[in-house]
């Protein structure tokens, strides 16, 4: 079974940081690429950051909107991608979901149940 279990999720005040942690297991870890998305109430969900699988150089890609904030990482050998967010903003409030994908030899992704993430005085 396929599971994508987040942690580090909560209430931080705005210029704060937050580490966001995905577990996964059930897949082949190393073969995914894997990617944040939030989703804002009454806001369509959106890619944050993605990184590639480790055959392709774990390249990141980030949102224009957290560049320079957020990183994401991963350690194949603890199956864990990360979102480490520092200098928090209220706009950044959002369910966190972890994601999986790949598109070769076919497209597969998996998600996590996601974790909300408050930026509040």
């Known amino acids: 079974q396929v599971q994508l279990v987040e942690s580090g999720g909560g209430l931080v005040q705005p210029g704060g940081s937050l580490r966001l942690s995905c577990a996964a297991s059930?897949?082949?870890?190393?073969?995914?690429?894997m990617s944040w998305y939030r989703q804002a109430p009454g806001k369509e969900r959106e890619l944050v950051a993605a990184?590639?699988?480790?055959?392709?150089?774990?390249?990141?890609h980030y949102a224009d909107s957290v560049k320079g904030r957020f990183t994401i990482s991963r350690d194949n050998a603890k199956n864990t991608v990360y979102l480490q967010m520092n200098s928090l903003k209220p706009e950044d409030t959002a369910v966190y979901y972890c994601?999986?994908?790949?598109?070769?030899?076919?497209?597969?992704?998996?998600w996590g149940q996601g974790t909300q993430v408050t930026v509040s005085s």
């Open positions: 994601n999986a994908y790949r598109v070769l030899p076919n497209r597969t992704d998996y």
């Open positions: 059930g897949f082949t870890f190393s073969r995914y690429a």
């Open positions: 990184i590639s699988s480790a055959s392709t150089g774990g390249v990141t």
